[in-house]
């Protein structure tokens, strides 16, 4: 695939043209300077989830993520990127107390990071708190279906869609934030005819971008990790598309065993007197 020439960063309202123009937009998270740097050239937006809790920390869920923790983390984004559009999500209990509460700790993302985007999970009845931020100059994504920082209310992180209460349900939430104002919809782990559906309805403007979805969706997402092959168990709707972690292990294998051997550092590794 080759790269995409472009002299500045693409905002928020460049995904609704995407959408309209029929180009699918191309999404991955990243959370290091490094990893952005990579992808930076080949997506549209570089989103930083939460999910950082669990692929970078090890935690159990997404939950105990905080604001400080997205911030440090997009802020290292924004330095390896110069064309995506940065995303950052809002942690559990940053923005569900109140509209201001929402408002007061997204502009603190966007100021401190100089993001473009934040990204909050929920459907009808966050569409006040979308409609407030959009208002007031803060671009956002929504995020429906399974939301994992719902999943001690889901029961798990379970798929949703099945049956037909639930699909009315997922299309209401996906109309109500689009008509709020949101530019993009995340929908995760949706049963593939009603994320269809909701992808396909002319009455959302948002771009829908999926992750365990429907390839009806404007745009893709996948966790980076997940798709190189870094993490221990992936969910169904990952393909993977490299085995880093053997690859990262067969290196540390082979440095451990030169180390034991004494054959590194070898002189070309070592610093001669002038
Ligand atoms: O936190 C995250 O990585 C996400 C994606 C799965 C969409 O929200």
Do not use: W
Not at 48 to 70: A, C, I, K, Q
Not at 77 to 87: D, K, N, Q, Y
Not at 167 to 185: K, T, Y
Not at 251 to 258: G, I, W
Request: include cysteine; proline fraction near 4%; charged fraction near 20%.
């Amino acid at each position: 695939m080759s790269q995409v020439v472009q002299t500045r960063r693409l905002q928020a309202v460049d995904l609704i043209k995407r959408k309209a123009e029929g180009r699918k937009i191309i999404a991955l998270t990243a959370y290091h300077a490094h990893t952005a740097g990579i992808v930076d050239a080949y997506c549209d937006f570089v989103l930083v989830g939460d999910s950082l809790g669990m692929v970078m920390h090890g935690m159990e869920s997404t939950l105990p993520v905080t604001l400080e923790m997205m911030i440090l983390q997009a802020q290292a984004v924004m330095r390896g990127t110069s064309r995506a559009l940065v995303v950052v999500d809002m942690p559990f209990g940053s923005y569900e107390a109140s509209r201001e509460q929402a408002f007061l700790n997204a502009a603190r993302v966007l100021k401190e990071t100089g993001a473009g985007a934040i990204k909050l999970e929920g459907g009808a009845r966050f569409a006040e708190t979308v409609a407030f931020l959009t208002e007031r100059g803060v671009p956002v994504m929504g995020h429906i279906g399974l939301t994992p920082q719902s999943v001690n209310t889901m029961g798990g992180f379970k798929v949703q869609g099945h049956g037909a209460g639930d699909e009315d349900r997922l299309r209401a939430d996906a109309r109500a934030i689009s008509d709020a104002g949101a530019f993009s919809i995340v929908l995760e782990g949706i049963v593939e005819p009603v994320a269809r559906a909701i992808a396909t309805d002319p009455a959302i403007r948002a771009a829908t971008i999926g992750i365990g979805a429907t390839a009806a969706c404007d745009g893709q997402i996948l966790v980076l990790e997940d798709m190189l092959g870094l993490s221990d168990r992936v969910p169904r709707f990952v393909k993977s598309y490299g085995s880093l972690r053997a690859h990262i292990e067969e290196a540390v294998r082979a440095y451990a065993d030169e180390v034991q051997a004494g054959r590194f550092p070898a002189e070309g590794h070592t610093y001669p007197p002038r």
